[in-house]
Each structure stands twice: as C-alpha cells, then as structure tokens.
C-alpha cells in the first residue's frame, strides 16, 4: 500500500486504528479449540468483526511462532485473509547483514505479502535498505518503545551530537528512505517526547503500540504527535482482541475497536 | 547445553567450530532438487559430514522464513536432527517487550529445543531476561557485529561513560545473568577490538561470524579473544555449505570445517 492509499484509507474512515493480532492460542475462547486451527478462526472472526473501525492490521510473530511451523501457517492464513484495503504490518523486529536482511524481505515482503515490517535498528542501515528496495513497502525502525526497559540504551546521550540514541537512530535512517517509505515506532507510553520527535520526523508516520493495556491515551498521542496527513498509526492488542474470553470475543472486540475509532474520529477531519 | 558441557566439547574435539546452517534453497546442489525437503537434506548431509569438526550448529532463521512455513518445517526437522552433543543456536536476532519475549523463548527454546537464541539490545532488558529463566538455555547477545554498518549505531560514544553504545550493552546485559547463561556476538571482522572487549567480559563465551565469507581469521580471533576455556564460537557459514555445488557438497564442507577445526587445534589445548 502507498502513502497517499494510506492517508486516504485514515481520512475516510476516520480512524487511524491499528488493531494487533497478538493471538495467543491460550488465551482465546474455549469454544474455539475443536476448529482445525482456532488461531486463524479467532483471527477471522476478529478481523471480520473490527474492519469498519481499523486501519491496520499487526501480526505479532512471536505468537505465531511459538507454535512451529503450525503456528506459522496460521499467519500465512491470517496475512493472506487480510483485505488489500489495510495496511498490513508484520511486527517481526527484524535486524541482519545485508545477505540475511533479504532473506527476511522476501519472507515477509514476497512470501506472505505484508506492506511492512518492524526493524531492529542495532546493526545500521544493513538491516534496513534491503526492505527499501520494495515498491510501496515499508520499514517500520524501533524508536522509542513502549517498554520499561527503553531507559536502558535508547535514552542514552551520545557525546558528538545532541542526540539520545533513539534521535541518533531517526536522524540517520530517515536519511536512508523517505516518508513513504519509512515509519517509526514510538510507544504511547512515550507521549512527552512526541514533540521533540516531531521536530526530526515531521513528516513520517508513527506507529505508536501501547494504547490501553500499557497505559497510553489516544488524545496524548494526537495531541504530541500527529501531522497534515494525520501521520500516526495507533495500535491496540490485548485490549481488543480479548476484550471477552466467551463467544462473544468477536462483538466485544468491535466494540472496543468503535471506541477507541470514536476517539480517534475527532482527530482526523478533512 | 550448560557451560562445563560445553567447555568439555571443545576440548575434546580441539575445536571450537560452529557450522552456520544459512541455506538458501537457490544455492544448493541441484541434485537435492527432486527430494522432498531439500533444504533439511542438504542440512542433514552437512551436519554428518562435519560433526567430527564442529561443537555447533547456528540455524539463521531467516534463510528458512523465506519459505514461508515451509521453511518453518525444515528449520524443525534440522533442528530435532541436531544431536545432543552439540550446541544448537538459533540465530534470530529477536528482541521485544516482555509477554512478546515470553513468547519467543517458547519457540526457540521449548518448541525447538535450541541452546540458545541471538537477540538484539536495542530494547533493553525486557528482550533479554525471559530468554535467562530456562536453566542450561543461553541468550547470545549482539554487541559488536561483523557488517560495515554496525558503525551506524555501535560504536557512537555515550556522553555519560567512557563507553561507546556496544561497550555499554556488555556492561549493562552482563549484570543480567551469568558466564553460564549469556555470550555475546563480536563479529571476527572486529578483531582489533577484541582485546577491549574482554576487559568488559573476560569469562563470557563470544560467538564470531565473519571469518571466511567476511574476511576474518582464526589467528587473529584467537590471539585477541581466547580465555582458559577458549571462550569462543567461531562460525563460518558460506564457506563451508557452499564449499562445493556439486554432488560432492558434503565431503567438501567436511574439508572446509577440517582445515578451520586444523587452524584452531594448536590454540585449543589443556
């Protein structure tokens, strides 16, 4: 999907709701579990159920592969189940040497056809621009995370520049692509520092995980963080997709995906 | 595998060898083509031909999601064939919050049974401590790799210490765990930096990539980075797999691990 696909898609459906398929097969409804592959049912139902409200989809690898290669074909059902009209989103944190960083382009990029995928910054651009050579495909670069423990490096001053690490990290790779074609992604935890990233990445779009279950708000992050062409793709998992643990899962899940839509929706006007 | 194992092993076998597994369905001999699993026959034929040369065997993950689950299959199928006697590193460089990490160490470690997962620092400790709940289980940590870019982010001086980015991954993840559950990645082509490093961690085991294919040598990594108990895995990939395309693609790779295994026997002695 291209930017201006992207943009349109936001502005028409007045959200900019990701919704984050961290599906975890031991926590999905009881009444699942005789199907042939509950996680792809449990996917189906949810993507079925939360369309009108969301964007974006975002598939957690990890849950997928803690299964095996089982676990592995349900996210090729689900990547595949996935409507060409959102923007798909393998959350893999990917990072390699230019040889093996191909390797993953053409797993995610070829293979299951994700428009992006989230990139581990550590090993510099060789780990990044193979992904670039992919028309109308995206490399989402870790910024700032959600997690407790981001303090731990990306907070970190360098000494020959005015940068924190996660500056350093958006003033070099926003250099190695441009805005539609690379994203960030900063935690909603992170709200305070929106604007100083906004200052180095004022055009880029933001992928921002840790609304509801990490403790972000929607209107914190428009307000630190959005842009012309909105420029923030907002992420909510756990908080959606088990909204109910009863046959009721899917309903409940649209629910909370209308919710956070409706707070989203005065936000983004034309 | 715990660490006396490990030890044992190598000097056992007067190595310290590990065998990268980085195949790439396009590159291996054609006549494996008609067979059911290529990419699991040609492991299995490359495992048995070096196993009298090798203490490890390092699954790049990559080269097998390129296939989809596919791959997942034959990454699991080489994984249970590699035998007890061996160290087995899944190099996935993964990385991320907490419930997320949870879930990648059920994969690589329960699922798959390895000894041990690469990860990357970037996010913290949240990536790291999961991996350390597992007794006799191992996180290999990046710290300084063996790509031209790892200059990118790496090797830029922190304003609060004397240490640069890489240097204060040692010092801040070596506090996480121990000698017997965490090693660290220094690429072979950073040789020079290999005295530095082990005044940081003198007694942690270093996984080197970069020899062969990327041009570093056993002389160098041992003269710069050997402890009392070796202390190293050095890995070469390409050249042994690729030794040979033909239908002697075994015994060529054999050769290849012998003569690496020759280089390292007068270095590895009680």
């Known amino acids: 999907m291209d930017r201006s696909q992207l943009v349109k898609t936001i502005f028409e459906k007045r959200s900019c709701l990701c919704v984050g398929l961290d599906t975890d097969i031991q926590k999905i409804p009881k009444h699942l579990s005789t199907l042939e592959d509950p996680v792809f049912e449990f996917n189906k139902a949810i993507i079925d159920a939360t369309l009108p409200f969301s964007v974006a989809y975002k598939i957690n690898t990890a849950f997928y592969e803690a299964s095996g290669s089982a676990g592995w ?18 959350d893999a944190k990917r990072g390699d040497i230019g040889n093996t960083t191909d390797m993953y382009a053409k797993a995610f990029f070829e293979h299951l056809n994700f ?23 995206w490399a989402i670069i870790l910024a700032l995370t959600s ?26 790779t926003s250099a190695m692509g441009n805005i539609s074609n690379l994203m960030y992604v900063v935690g909603a935890t992170k709200a305070s520092e929106l604007k100083s990233i906004r200052k180095l990445v004022p055009d880029h779009f933001l992928l921002i995980p840790g609304v509801g279950a990490q ?22 998992s756990r908080g959606i997709i088990y909204a109910s643990k009863g046959e009721d899962f899917a309903v409940k899940a649209a629910q909370e995906a209308k919710l956070l839509q409706k707070e989203m929706e005065s936000f983004v006007t034309v």
């Open 115 to 137: 428009d992006s995928v989230t990139i581990a910054p550590y090993m510099g651009s060789d780990s990044i621009t193979p992904f670039l050579k992919y028309k109308d495909k």
């Open 215 to 236: 403790g972000g708000t929607v209107k914190d992050v428009f307000e630190g963080g959005a842009n012309k062409d909105c420029g923030l793709l907002i992420n909510s």
């Open 73 to 90: 074909k349900s996210l090729e059902k689900t990547a595949a189940y996935l409507p060409d009209s959102v923007f798909k989103i393998a």
């Open 147 to 172: 997690n407790a423990s981001s303090t731990d490096f990306q907070l970190k001053k360098l000494s020959d520049s005015d940068n924190s690490l996660y500056q350093e990290v958006l003033t070099l």
